[in-house]
Every structure is written in C-alpha cells, then in structure tokens.
C-alpha cells in the first residue's frame, strides 16, 4: 500500500528535551515536506525536500531542522523544543515530473501530535 | 505571492442538503487547485483537484467544483450531504517553478457538520 508513515504519532515531552519525528514514504516520491497544522492557521509549511541532500525552509522554519538522506526518509528535528511547538505536525510527499498523474498531489501522514510542557 | 481565503470556519447543513463551501484564491501565475478532507485523527487526502483542463472538476464522494477565473474562486459542492461528510476541509493553491518544483499554500480550513 503506498503510504506516508510518521512516528511517533502522539508525544509528550519537555522543554529543551531534543526530539525526532520520521517520516518514510514507499512511493519514489521526489517532494518531501513538514507542515504543522494550528487551530484557525491551515497548514503552514516547516522545510520541503526537492530530492536527496536538497532541502530548503519554508514559511515557519525557525527551531526546526531537517535532512534527507535517504529519498525515502525525511525526519523532523526539534533540537531544543519549546511550548510555542505544540501542534500536530504532517509529513507529505508528491512526485514532481510534470504530465504524470499525481504531480503537485501531496499524500499526507496521519499526523504527529506534539506537546511540549 | 499565491494566497487562499476560506470563507467561513465552520458550516452546519442538515443531512441531505447542499453542501458549498467557498475558496477564493490569489496567484499571479494560471494555478493548480486543490480540495482536501481531513477526516478526525488522520491526514488529508485529495478531494478533487483543477489542473487547467475541464473548470467544472469532479472528485470523489460525489463532490465537485467549479474554477471561475474571474471570480478567483474554486467553491467545493455537493448535492445532498451525508452525515459521513462530517469533515475538515481545506482548499489549497499550489504552483510551479522551473525547476519542477512547487509550493502549495493552504486556507485556514472550513468544518463541516452534518445534522441528522
């Protein structure tokens, strides 16, 4: 089944407690992105991927890194979380290669619940 | 820059109904459309989505929308509802770089409930 799964799907932890969120996707997807959704806000996007070893920030960047190694993987870093990162977060993947059906068409995660205390 | 503006955060239509919920949108570029539904504790799939062939486009559950360029709109609709629409959706905008990528902009979102 071609999916997008992210772990952990629920955590709690503390203030300035360094955490990592993955994200794996089994379709050869190029475009790899981390949304975080709030209340009233939509998604706003974290950082994006365009393939291995590209990645760049998006709208809502700051206390976040990310790398991509791997075209599967695309993993979510919290070097030192704050409360203000609350929020339940989504990877998504798309291809990219224009004409083919599907490009643009992000498949999502079922979602990272985050709380930091 | 690409913007979505979501009309409402929350709609209530009694099961069997219209459903419509309203998008417009802001690009400086011919975009490509999106409806997503996020149904509780998972992520969004695709509803429907405009890629500048037929502006009437049907999705899946008996959805549909209609792009109007110059309305900027893209309103999502549904005949008669059911009570397994009860959902989030999200209207978003999405366009292209030369260098194949893009970036997909998303509205706030818009809750519908369903009632019996």
């Known amino acids: 089944e071609a999916q997008v799964t992210q772990n952990p799907r629920y955590l709690i932890t503390v203030t300035g407690k360094k955490l990592t969120v993955t994200c794996s996707q089994n379709?050869?997807?190029?475009?790899m992105s981390w949304y975080r959704q709030d209340p009233g806000l939509g998604l706003r996007q974290i950082y994006y991927s365009m393939n291995v070893e590209v990645t760049d920030k998006g709208d809502v960047p700051e206390g976040y890194k990310v790398s991509r190694k791997e075209k599967r993987n695309f993993p979510l870093i919290l070097e030192s979380p704050s409360p203000n990162q609350t929020s339940l977060y989504f990877c998504a993947s798309s291809q990219t290669r224009q004409g083919v059906t599907g490009a643009n068409v992000l498949t999502f995660g079922a979602g990272s619940r985050l709380t930091v205390l | 820059a690409q913007s979505v503006t979501q009309l409402g955060s929350h709609v209530s239509v009694s099961e069997g109904a219209l459903v419509l919920l309203r998008c417009n949108y802001s690009?400086?570029?011919?975009?490509?459309l999106f409806w997503y539904v996020q149904y509780p504790n998972q992520g969004l799939q695709l509803l429907l989505k405009y890629t500048s062939a037929a502006t009437l486009v049907k999705g899946i559950n008996g959805f549909e929308a209609e792009f109007k360029k110059s309305e900027t709109s893209f309103h999502l609709t549904k005949p008669s509802a059911h009570m397994s629409d009860a959902a989030e959706y999200f209207c978003a905008v999405s366009d292209r770089w030369w260098t194949g990528g893009f970036k997909t902009i998303f509205g706030a979102g818009t809750r519908l409930f369903v009632k019996a």
């Open positions: 379709m050869n997807h190029e475009y």
């Open positions: 690009s400086s570029v011919p975009p490509y």
